[in-house]
Nanobody, 125 residues
């Protein structure tokens, strides 16, 4: 198993930036593809970005493409989500997740096996 915890959420004005971090326990980080998801009340948890185990391939939802960047530092068991040009609709609880299946990147929440506790991102006007 891998345990995940997110850091970096907070309140930011529209147009601003935040950098989220996801720290993994143990020495198993390299064995997982990783994803960032977000969820607002009453809506499905949706994938906004993902990266393969070695970072060679990435995925971005169309709503964040060009504004968000996912990266990972496997030596530190950490994944990042750099969020720039934030919009009001980016407000959500953001979760990092680990996928044990090392195939192509997956975007469905139920495909992921381990989850962090979430961190709140609030974008104000």
């Amino acid at each position: 198993q891998v345990h995940l915890v997110e850091f970096g959420g907070g309140l930011v004005q529209a147009g601003g930036s935040l950098r989220l971090s996801c720290e993994a326990s143990g020495r198993t980080f390299n064995n997982y593809n990783m994803g960032w998801f977000r969820q607002t009340p009453g809506k499905e948890r949706e994938c906004v970005a993902a990266a393969t185990w070695n970072g060679s391939s990435t995925y971005y939802d169309a709503s964040v493409k060009g504004r968000f960047t996912v990266s990972r530092d496997n030596a530190k068991n950490t994944m990042f989500l750099q969020m720039n040009s934030l919009k009001l609709e980016d407000s959500a609880v953001y979760y990092c997740a680990a996928d044990r299946t090392l195939t192509g990147l997956r975007v469905r929440a139920y495909d992921y096996d381990y989850w962090g506790q979430g961190t709140q991102v609030t974008v104000s006007s």
